[in-house]
T-cell receptor, first 115, second 117 residues
Framework: DTGVSQDPRHKITKRGQNVTFRCDPISEHNRLYWYRQTLGQGPEFLTYFQNEAQLEKSRLLSDRFSAERPKGSFSTLEIQRTEQGDSAMYLC?????????????FGPGTRLLVL | AQSVTQLDSQVPVFEEAPVELRCNYSSSVSVYLFWYVQYPNQGLQLLLKYLSGSTLVKGINGFEAEFNKSQTSFHLRKPSVHISDTAEYFCAVRPNAGGTSYGKLTFGQGTILTVHP
């Protein structure tokens, strides 16, 4: 068990470019979450997968954002036509179990800077 | 819907002094409560959680928190802090009922704890 990993750890891009982030959850964790954390704020929920099914998306997730989790393992978060307001830390978390038995384990995050 | 308010954005304290980080929440449904810690350039690490039962919960690194249902609070405490406790701390809630929002965490804005020698 090596924990949740995210790649890349840092990304600098120019406005209008597309970026893709990857999250590898803890092995056998069936739930995967994406959160966004802007400077001085707590993480905000973006979307969540149970296995390969995307079950909920936040209103924060505009049409420029898309997330996938093929085969219920790793997940990718793509942002198209990036804007400066997309600059943030993107956190991934995974969990196993339901109710009181569910604990989310977070990855180190991908810090995005849009110039 | 849930909301979490952390009443202090920054808390400076001297080493070996006690500390309390305050958290209040609002929710129309019953919730589980959590405290996470974030060290610089790292992800979130779970400190402790309240699920049910005893309102005083103990976590890692000597931290504890007390759930107060009437005041809708979940304050984090440590009797004696160390330099290594310097970090940002987040209070979070999650519904404990079913539905698609089942596992989604709602976080407060964070409290930066700075421990001075």
């Amino acid at each position: 068990d090596t924990g949740v990993s995210q790649d890349p750890r840092h990304k600098i891009t120019k406005r209008g470019q597309n970026v893709t982030f990857r999250c590898d959850p803890i092995s056998e964790h069936n739930r995967l979450y994406w959160y966004r954390q802007t400077l001085g704020q707590g993480p905000e929920f973006l979307t969540y997968f149970q296995n390969e099914a995307q079950l909920e998306k936040s209103r924060l997730l505009s049409d420029r954002f898309s997330a996938e989790r093929p085969k219920g393992s790793f997940s990718t978060l793509e942002i198209q036509r990036t804007e400066q307001g997309d600059s943030a830390m993107y956190l991934c978390a995974s969990s196993l179990g339901v109710g009181s038995r569910e604990t989310q384990y977070f990855g180190p995050g991908t810090r995005l800077l849009v110039l | 819907a849930q909301s979490v308010t952390q009443l202090d954005s920054q808390v400076p304290v001297f080493e070996e002094a006690p500390v309390e980080l305050r958290c209040n929440y609002s929710s129309s449904v019953s919730v589980y409560l959590f405290w996470y810690v974030q060290y610089p350039n790292q992800g979130l690490q779970l400190l402790l959680k309240y699920l049910s039962g005893s309102t005083l919960v103990k976590g890692i690194n000597g931290f504890e928190a007390e759930f107060n249902k009437s005041q809708t609070s979940f304050h984090l405490r440590k009797p004696s802090v160390h330099i290594s406790d310097t970090a940002e701390y987040f209070c979070a809630v999650r519904p404990n009922a079913g539905g698609t929002s089942y596992g989604k965490l709602t976080f407060g804005q964070g409290t930066i704890l700075t421990v001075h020698p």
